[in-house]
T-cell receptor
Framework: AQTVTQSQPEMSVQEAETVTLSCTYD???????LFWYKQPPSRQMILVIR??????QNATENRFSVNFQKAAKSFSLKISDSQLGDAAMYFC?????????FGKGTRLSVIA | DTGVSQDPRHKITKRGQNVTFRCDPI?????LYWYRQTLGQGPEFLTY????????KSRLLSDRFSAERPKGSFSTLEIQRTEQGDSAMYLC??????????????FGPGTRLTVT
């Protein structure tokens, strides 16, 4: 069984600053994917970034990057140059050839 | 690419009534997933299809829940004899098994169910 843990229920960041959201996971699968999703208030889930477990290079999508530590089963999300529009719930999720397993989420506030 | 769509967006029903939700996935996606999300929680898996075959059902999915994907395109999720505990957001997602974006799940806007 897979589990995903997000230990930070809430985080805040000043506009234009950098913030890191933490995630740890556990899986028995050898081949799996990790994802970060963003869910703005009352809006739909948006895929932010994905990481294939077999890749050593950390994924990057514009201002979003991950720090994937496979041995530690850690998968953190770094948001650089934070913008007001980044305020949302962020969910970490993992999957093999299986449905997604989500963490409980981190609510990110961006302070102007 | 019009994205994943769900209908209705909101449904209010009385306890004991049956409800049915529809999901239209991204057209070339062969996998379709149903999740349930309650306030302040991450989505929880309910069931998923590969083409028209239902491959897995969660233990969360009681006998009152049934899902279909008859032609491998749209899917329906029916809840019979609704209970107040069924109140939640029901999310649909789809993914492809091939290509650069394989296994990435794209979500619809959800159907918010309120059982009174």
């Amino acid at each position: 069984a897979q589990t995903v843990t997000q230990s930070q229920p809430e985080m805040s960041v000043q506009e234009a600053e950098t913030v890191t959201l933490s995630c740890t996971y556990d899986t028995s699968e050898s081949d799996y994917y990790l994802f970060w999703y963003k869910q703005p208030p009352s809006r739909q889930m948006i895929l932010v970034i994905r990481q294939e477990a077999y890749k050593q290079q950390n994924a990057t999508e514009n201002r979003f990057s991950v720090n994937f530590q496979k041995a530690a089963k850690s998968f953190s999300l770094k948001i650089s140059d934070s913008q007001l529009g980044d305020a949302a719930m962020y969910f970490c999720a993992s999957s093999g050839n299986t449905p997604l397993v989500f963490g409980k989420g981190t609510r990110l506030s961006v302070i102007a | 690419d019009t994205g994943v769509s769900q209908d209705p967006r909101h449904k209010i029903t009385k306890r004991g009534q049956n409800v049915t939700f529809r999901c239209d996935p991204i057209s070339e996606h062969n996998r379709l997933y149903w999740y349930r999300q309650t306030l302040g929680q991450g989505p929880e898996f309910l069931t998923y299809f590969q083409n028209e075959a239902q491959l897995e059902k969660s233990r969360l999915l009681s006998d009152r829940f049934s899902a279909e994907r008859p032609k491998g395109s749209f899917s329906t999720l029916e809840i019979q004899r609704t209970e107040q505990g069924d109140s939640a957001m029901y999310l649909c997602a789809s993914s492809s098994l091939t290509g650069d974006r394989a296994y990435e799940q794209y979500f619809g806007p959800g159907t918010r169910l309120t059982v009174t």
